[in-house]
């Protein structure tokens, strides 16, 4: 067989491979082989003979009496003189394990030229002699003792694996089996050589030879297209589709016929050669005419003695059993007239005694109450047998049943009334199902006809049926004329049905027979009928859609429960294994949902290992996004179910694969699906305390210490892990807790507040699903908050162990993390807000907050006015502030966040630290609308601080916030503050506001607002206890640069471009030459970000290019490289300003000159749509004609 339909599951083919051996083994011998048979001596008989009890070499020969069959087959082929086959003999070692001596048997024959089929055919195989430590139930059932051995353990050889053994853990001695592996494929190669005649012949006698000659003998029926001649046309017309561009069809051709490769002759017939095509076929269809031969008639006389001997005995049993055939009718006849006869007068007895209850109905009536006359009535016109339902489950035979008893009970009495045959019938209906069958089958012999009173022959009456046009002969005519009469044979039926019945059903309609092929496949009797009929079920649909897959599922798990585990390793598992790498995704998502669904209902060896492996590989090869997010979710499952500690580390690495997959809906299922269920498992084994956070810690600790920068996506790839598992580790605590034997369902117990835990992102890390119920989790919770605030954590090991070393590690790697990456920041304060949300508010601030104000250090004494505090420079703040500090917002959470920040601007201002983590802060917080009067409060108490480095760190404060505040805010809070700052006694703290007015300017749309700091800014420029501001002017220089571009064009039309036309000119008379670069370099930056918006021709001409030719004086002296940019960029405007003149003055020109283009487009378009696909043409068009 082909290595492509080799079945994986099932654990040997001894038995077909033996009955294939027994089938053929005439066909195979020839006739070199017979001749070599007779010379052999006295232990050839002729024509190769042997036992039949030795035909199989993997079944233990039977034994009568004690002596083995081989013993009386020997006997028995002479009389005096005993010859033994050299086959039987050979058979006989092999049965008996004697294999080097059928070895050297072997051998000495082929060195004689006398070869032995059974022999050869044993040692070419090398599944024989692959041996495997134990053998599988499936090989002991198939195989019994004497059967072959396990074959290679390879992928073109799954057929013979033990899955349930093999596991991914085990040792595989892979290169011993190189040598195996080569030699089975090539024997495999030789085998596929070997049938391709016999496949094309098997196609070809597809229809019964008596069908085909009925169809010769009647001309005007068509016979029916043959699949090699349907494939072979199919072949022939996709091929005219394609040679004559009908690309659209032939794509539509291929897809109706997805079973058949167009690309590939020796799809269509292995053995013969490819036919002309179509219009080869079309043109000579006539032209070879059949050539005119005579004829004549010759009789044929046969000789009598040349007839067998049984010819003459066939004609007189014949007529003997028309005699007896017409005999039994007669008395058919007569049964069937004689049941009519006393039908009839059992209907007139009925109707008699209907009369009678009636009379008797009204002479009760005028004697007795209306009300007891009525019930008697009831009761007796009604009887309570019709009440009951007959169906008992045997729906197939029950109402065959009923009809016989009730016919039967007519014929032996006739004075029985309906009341006593409906009670009969109703018992009879509750009789075992055995004798139901029995009783069915003699009410079909009681069935009779009328026959007509005719002297017909019977074979003028067979020859008048047949134009009734009758067919038995067929397949389908075989099915129809025979009618079912058990529950086997109903199985029986729709197993040969169903295959010629799926294909002809509507793919939109096709789900409708899913619960006839899964019953048929579950009480179907053949092996390969079942294998039949689930391989349709997963094939019954090319692409199916979510419902339709469900309705797939639906129905293999109901497969599953009624068959067992057994039968879905060996059935169902097969089918899911074939379709792994099909082309199209829905079919691969079936299986990835398929190995989930189907994971409750699997033996857990198999579990462990064949169906995680399927899904690994899914997981890591497949393409589609769907397909991976259904194989993470089927793992999710997989983890419920797995008890083998072993696969713990499989089961990470499989974990960090999801979270490092590129689609995003891969990753959501990852932490809604996969994370929970593994963290159960490991909450089992005890891990996840001590491996799986730590682990995931460890790697985020790696990261952090990496050469080449940190790889922020690795990082909240580790920190979404975290924070999955926070609601399975505050389960772990709850659990392991020193109360929880006493935690007991109690009537009075408060419901949890709504707002206690974050909300999960799936109803697996609810805290209450993991715990049970949610009033078991309200009674948990109760006792946990007053554990934690009276009774102390002694004993605790669970929350000693989150407190003691969870907690500080955490701590410590915040304050590693780069504060200005604003996204770890954003990881870290998420992580810790959902850790502190759902480890309460006590733990927060009894356990989490003490460690922070012990690391942080913000008492006034504490402050370094030289070297500042190191601490306070890292993320730790930002952090703190925003994923601890902002988990509850009550009053005194409030105060505490304020007097925080305040505390930290105070601190970082005095000791002349970096303000990064400080802005972090502001960032961080300054995203949520809700805490934007709570940083105004902070900024409000640095403006009004004595010291003047607290004020400017202030006023640098409002830059960030500005951004995201809203104009009412900005108007009655941010811009009073600033203007208070800007008339500060201090020139450092009225230049720190410049940036915050910018972003003003940048950002606000009001023009009262607009005005003010607009005013603001021309008193910072135009007073003139600021024209030595060197600090000034450079900070608005640097604040042009950044929001001249997104300023309003009227604020930089009126106000940005001639003060820096102004500032361009001082700088030309500047004396100390550092200061000129400073101004110099600030104001080529400015020049640069303002080149790129839309300037008008009198702004270009009074300021832009005045100031560029101002700043390109300094830089000539200064920086001979910035002033080649320089006039470059003057040189662009100049030429700007001479083509917008000109393209006025010609005007007229430019529209006659659109006209001459658009009709030369024109014409360019319609030449190019009369190309067709070939790239000469396309290439020939821009060629010059000569």
Known sequence: MAAGNVNPFNVSDSEEEAEQRQDGADTDRSPSNEAQGHSLGPFSPPAYSEPPALLSSNRTSPSVDGIPASAVAVAGIGGTETKVSLDAIAAQLLRDQYILTALELHTELLEAGRELPRLRDYFSNPGNFERQSGTPPACKEQGGPGGPLNRAGSISTLDSLDFARYSDDGNRESDERVAVLEFELRKAKETIQALRANLTQ??????????????????????????????????????????????????????????????????????????????????????????????????????????????????????????????????????????????????????????????????????????TIEKSAQSKEYPPCDKTPLDNGQYLDIRGVTETDCTSDTTKTSTTTTTTDCTESTTTAKQPHSKGKSLSQQSKTSVKFDQPNRTLSSAFHQALLSFCRMSADSRLGSEVSRIAESEQSVMLMLGRCLPHIVPNVLLAKREELIPLILCTACLHPEPKERDQLLHILFNLIKRPDDEQRQMILTGCVAFARHVGPTRVEAELLPQCWEQINHKYPERRLLVAEACGALAPYLPKEIRSSLVLSMLQQMLADDKADMVREAVVKSLGFIMCYIDDPDKYSQGFELMLLSLGDPSERVVSATHQVFIPAFAAWCTELGNLQSQLIPSLLTRIEKLLKGEYGLDEHKL???????????????????????????????????????TRFPRPASPLQDVATIVGSREQLAILLQLYDHQIQHEGTTGWDSLLWVVNQFLPQLIEIVGRINVTSSTCVHEFSRYFWRFCRTFGKIFTNTKVKPQFQEILRLSEENVDATAGN?????????????????????????????????????????????????????????????????????????????????????????????????????????????????????????????????????????????????????????????????????????????????????????????????????????????????????????????????ISEELMVHHFLPGLRCLRTDMEQLSPEHEVILSSMIKECEIKIENKAIGEAQGSISIAASLVGEDAKTKFLSKMGQLTTSGAMLANVFQRKK
């Not at 900024?939 to 500005?962: I, K, N, Q």
């Open 716 to 754: 909240h790839m580790y920190l979404s892990a975290l924070q999955s598992l926070i609601p399975s580790l505050f389960a772990v605590l709850l659990q392991n807790a020193p109360f929880t034997s006493r935690a007991k369902l109690q009537c009075d117990i408060p419901p949890i507040e709504v």
């Open 870 to 1094: 190191g601490i306070l420079t890292k993320a730790t703040v930002p952090i703190y502030a925003t994923g601890v500090l902002t988990c509850y917002s009550q009053d005194e959470d409030r105060k505490l966040l304020v007097g925080f920040l305040e505390d930290v601007m105070t601190t970082l201002s005095l000791s002349h630290a970096p303000l990064d983590s400080l802005k972090a802060s502001f960032v961080e917080l300054g995203a949520n609308p809700v805490y934007h009067e709570l940083l105004l409060t902070v900024l409000w108490y640095g403006v009004v601080h004595t010291s003047a480095l607290v004020r400017c760190t202030a006023a640098h404060m409002f830059e960030l916030l500005v951004k995201g505040v809203n104009e009412t805010l900005v108007a009655q809070r941010v811009v009073p503050a600033l203007i208070t700052l800007s008339s500060d006694p201090e020139i450092s703290v009225r230049i720190s506001t410049i940036p915050a007015f910018g972003t003003i300017m940048e950002t606000v749309t009001q023009k009262e607002l607009l005005e003010r700091v607009k005013m603001q800014l021309a008193s910072f420029l135009e007073d003139p206890q600021y024209q030595d501001q060197h600090s000034l002017h450079m900070e608005i220089i640097k604040t042009f640069g950044r929001v001249g571009p997104n300023a309003e064009p009227r604020f930089r039309d009126e106000f940005v471009l001639p003060h820096l036309h102004k500032l361009a000119l001082c700088n030309n008379q500047q004396t100390v030459e550092s200061k000129r670069i400073d101004i110099a370099t600030q104001l080529f930056e400015a020049y640069s970000a303002l080149s790129c918006c839309f």
């Open 202 to 371: 098997a196609a070809e006698c597809e229809i019964p030879s008596q069908e085909r000659k009925n169809y010769k003998s009647s001309p005007e029926i068509q016979e029916p297209i043959r699949p090699l001649e349907k494939r072979a046309l199919n072949f022939l017309v996709n091929e005219y589709l394609l040679k004559n561009e009908y690309k659209l069809t032939s794509i539509t051709f291929s897809d109706e016929n997805d079973d058949q490769d167009f690309e590939l002759w020796d799809d269509v017939g292995l053995n013969i050669p490819k036919p002309p095509d179509l219009l080869q076929l079309y043109r000579n269809c006539g032209s070879s005419l059949p050539l005119q031969r005579d004829t004549v008639d010759v009789a044929v006389g046969v000789d009598p003695n040349d007839l067998p001997g049984e010819y003459f005995i066939q004609e007189p049993l014949q007529q003997t059993e028309i005699i007896q055939k017409q005999q039994q009718q007669e008395v058919v006849q007569e049964l069937e007239y004689q049941i009519s006869l006393l039908n009839s007068e059992k209907q007139s007895l009925a109707e008699q005694i209907k009369k009678l209850q009636s009379e008797i109905q009204a002479l009760q009536r005028n004697v007795s109450s209306p009300t």
